[in-house]
């Protein structure tokens, strides 16, 4: 099982990134996907998730401006983020999981290595 983050990169306030998750070794299709982010000195937190059946979660800062999507017939997630803010800055993990509380990263049984997304102010 693998998870393949990518996308991120240096930007600065108010600029796009769009970051990329495949997944390979598993049943893409019944997985309910996972962002988080964890900053320096911070714990990990959730940022958006997307079920199997499309039902799409946020934390309320993204709202808005981040957007998760995901590709079933490339086994991939997406995570738009937009009007990107210095504070957005953090490595950002891709997650899988098939059960629980998709805002939660207990439930999540499989990680990516993170994507560096540094938003300069």
């Known amino acids: 099982v693998q998870l393949q983050a990518s996308g991120g990169g240096l930007v600065q306030a108010g600029g796009s990134l769009r970051l990329s998750c495949v997944s390979s070794g598993r049943t893409f299709t019944t997985d309910n996907m996972g962002w988080f982010r964890q900053a320096p000195g911070k714990e990990r937190e959730f940022v958006a998730a997307i079920s199997s059946y499309g039902d799409t979660y946020y934390r309320d800062s993204v709202k808005g401006r981040f957007t998760i999507s995901r590709d079933n017939a490339k086994n991939t997630v997406y995570l738009q983020t937009n009007s990107l803010k210095p504070e957005d800055t953090a490595v950002y993990y891709c997650?899988?999981?098939?059960?629980?509380?998709?805002?939660?990263?207990?439930?999540?049984?499989?990680w990516g290595q993170g994507t560096q997304v540094t938003v300069s102010s």
């Open positions: 997650a899988a999981t098939k059960r629980g509380e998709l805002t939660q990263d207990r439930w999540y049984d499989y």
